[in-house]
Nanobody, 117 residues
Framework: VQLQASGGGLVQAGGSLRLSCAAS????????IGWLRQAPGKERRAVSC????????YYDDAVRGRFTIVRDNAKDTVYLEMNSLRPEDTAVYHC???????????WGQGTQVTVSS
């Protein structure tokens, strides 16, 4: 499955963005879909993940309560709704798919999110 993340941009602190993850050549149905981010000089870190059965999404402590992962089966898209953005949320965000949230193996190009103070 080929993935494409989109929706990034420049936003002021406190603002919101919605990232989208769509597939080409396949469907996201049946996959766990995760969002990960990598800031300059830092390791890539998981932000959120929706399991394949859509039960109990995972959130990193840094984003819990501010970010929401949503799967829209009708549009075959997984969204990451980001609210109350902070400068430390600045990173390249990638979506990835796999059988489980700990076995994400299909990656797409990322989308840049920049939060200004």
């Amino acid at each position: 499955v080929q993935l494409q993340a989109s929706g990034g941009g420049l936003v002021q602190a406190g603002g919101s963005l919605r990232l989208s993850c769509a597939a080409s050549g396949s469907t996201l149905d049946g996959y766990a879909i995760g969002w990960l981010r990598q800031a300059p000089g830092k390791e890539r870190r998981a932000v959120s993940c929706m399991p394949s059965d859509d039960d109990r999404a995972y959130y990193d402590d840094a984003v819990r309560g501010r970010f929401t992962i949503v799967r829209d089966n009708a549009k075959d898209t997984v969204y990451l709704e980001m609210n109350s953005l902070r400068p430390e949320d600045t990173a390249v965000y990638h979506c990835a798919a796999g059988d489980t949230c700990v076995s994400l193996k299909h990656w797409g190009q990322g989308t840049q999110v920049t939060v200004s103070s």
